[in-house]
């Protein structure tokens, strides 16, 4: 590892100034940077600990809650509001990492977390994540995790975090710090597809600190899900995965919101599912046309054709798990 300094501020507006500096990264738990750091990945001239700020989940004054971004990955899929409110948010936090490692994960890192494409943790393969203009060895090689949607010749990665795909559904934003004042940013969108500049991964700016993130007030969140399909039961990134809130109406979708993780650069918002449900049946005839409408952009690689059929009966079966359960 190569040495750096290790910095402990006091407070948000002294954490912006010390992460603005150059060479400095922001450290929340650690469970993935200190990773990297190890792999000289990562080789920051500063670490700026911030898992100490912004520590508390509070209810917002329109019925939402605001996740301060030091707030550990276990607290928040323990919190009885989220749970009653955003249960989809708590299933896909525990389907995340190992109990240790979501006790020292934070929001902030969690939302930050690097892709685990293999050859981005190689020092010695081709990356354009890592050294743009290399070139990417995933594209020929292993790449049976990678993206199927929105990728590019650049870089196939996908984004890993499991807590991402509910945000995304639920419309969450993020409040952030920079030395420009803060700001607020939907996180659709907020991580960036690759491009030709995978190596700029978000639309944080030098020394942007997230400070918290925002659930609107969605009352049909009560009846979601979070289905994760993965090589083992635990301790393992999603092969793919589907965040999912219906309201019904009858036998009518009233309103949905769909997310896929494992699929993309981002977590992969469903818009065109949600086009192809919203104030229709809620019928299996009906899921089956909305995952095609989705799926048709899919541009799956060599060895990793099998997610788009793996993406098509996952969310088949979370729109019907919902349906049943609501209905
Ligand atoms: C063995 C293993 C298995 C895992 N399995 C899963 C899994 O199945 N699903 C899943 O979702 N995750 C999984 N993870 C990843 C884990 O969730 C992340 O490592 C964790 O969420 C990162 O949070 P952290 O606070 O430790 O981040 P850190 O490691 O401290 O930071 C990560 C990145 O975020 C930046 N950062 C931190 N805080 C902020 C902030 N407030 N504002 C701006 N930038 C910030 C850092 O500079 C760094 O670039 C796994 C990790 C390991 C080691």
């Not at 509910?166 to 803060?182: E, Q, Y």
């Not at 979708?253 to 086009?275: C, N, T």
């Amino acid at each position: 590892m190569t040495p750096f300094r290790y910095e402990a501020p006091l407070d948000t507006p002294a954490a912006v100034i010390l992460g603005a500096a150059r060479g400095a990264k922001y450290l929340g738990g650690g469970t993935n940077l200190v990773d990297l750091m190890h792999e000289t990945i990562a080789r920051p001239d500063s670490t700026v600990a911030v898992s100490r700020l912004a520590g508390e989940i509070a209810d917002a004054d329109d019925g939402g809650l605001i996740i301060g971004a030091g707030v550990k990955n276990t607290a928040i899929a323990a919190d009885r509001r989220v749970r009653e409110r955003f249960p989809f948010l708590a299933q896909a936090i525990l389907s995340g990492a190992s109990g240790q490692i979501r006790n020292m994960a934070t929001v902030g890192g969690n939302i930050m977390q690097r892709t685990r494409c293999v050859y981005f943790f190689d020092g010695g393969a081709s990356c354009n994540k890592r050294a743009p203009g290399a070139g990417c060895d995933a594209i020929g090689g292993l790449h049976r995790n990678h993206a199927i949607l929105g990728a590019s010749t650049a870089c196939v990665a996908t984004h890993p975090s499991d807590m991402c795909v509910a945000l995304a559904a639920l419309g969450a934003t993020l409040t952030v710090h920079g030395p420009g004042g803060a700001r607020t940013l939907p996180i659709v969108g907020f991580h960036r597809l690759p491009g030709e500049t995978p190596h700029i991964e978000t639309l944080l700016q030098p020394g942007e600190l997230i400070t918290a993130v925002r659930l609107p007030k969605l009352p049909f969140a009560k009846n979601s899900a979070y289905r994760k399909v993965r090589d083992r039961a635990s301790y393992a990134f999603a092969l793919l995965s589907v965040a999912a809130a219906m309201e019904l109406d009858g036998g009518r979708i009233a309103d949905v919101r769909i997310a896929f993780g494992g699929v993309a650069h981002r977590p992969w918002r469903a818009l065109k599912a949600e086009a192809a449900l919203r104030d229709g049946p809620a019928t299996e005839e009906a899921f089956h046309a909305a995952a095609a409408a989705e799926l048709a952009d899919a541009r799956p690689l060599r060895d990793n054709g099998f997610k788009v059929e793996l993406a098509n009966r996952t969310l088949i079966a979370v729109l019907g798990q919902l349906a049943g359960a609501a209905g």
